[in-house]
């Protein structure tokens, strides 16, 4: 599985941006994905991640309320919708397939296939 990021930019607090992490390859609904970001000299951090079947997801406790995660494994996509945005929230934003269950959904060492990160920067 290859995973491609897309739908990063530049948005003023409060705003709204929706994040897009397309798959290819056919094994695509057997994996749980998660969202992951980095910021400026910072450790790569879990922000959100959601089963194979679409039901079950996790979030990270300060994107609680504000983003959703959903997937439409008939269009390989996982997306994430941001909402109230904050300059906190700037990163770049990863998406990975959870090759692993040895530590608990938000451990990045569960998770390969990384793809491409796309930039949020949230202006204040």
């Known amino acids: 599985v290859q995973l491609q990021a897309c739908g990063g930019g530049l948005v003023q607090a409060g705003g709204s941006l929706r994040l897009s992490c397309a798959a290819s390859g056919r094994t695509f609904s057997s994996y749980a994905i998660g969202w992951f970001r980095q910021a400026p000299g910072q450790e790569r951090e879990f922000v959100a991640a959601?089963?194979?079947?679409?039901?079950?997801?996790y979030y990270t406790e300060s994107v609680k309320g504000r983003f959703t995660i959903s997937r439409d494994n008939a269009k390989n996509t996982v997306s994430l919708q941001m909402n109230n945005l904050k300059p906190e929230d700037t990163a770049v934003y990863y998406c990975?397939?959870?090759?692993?269950?040895?530590?608990?959904?938000?451990?990045?060492?569960?998770?390969?296939?990384w793809g491409q990160g796309t930039q949020v920067t949230v202006s204040s």
């Open positions: 959601i089963m194979w079947g679409g039901i079950t997801t």
């Open positions: 990975a397939t959870r090759l692993y269950y040895r530590r608990n959904y938000s451990s990045q060492d569960d998770y390969g296939n």
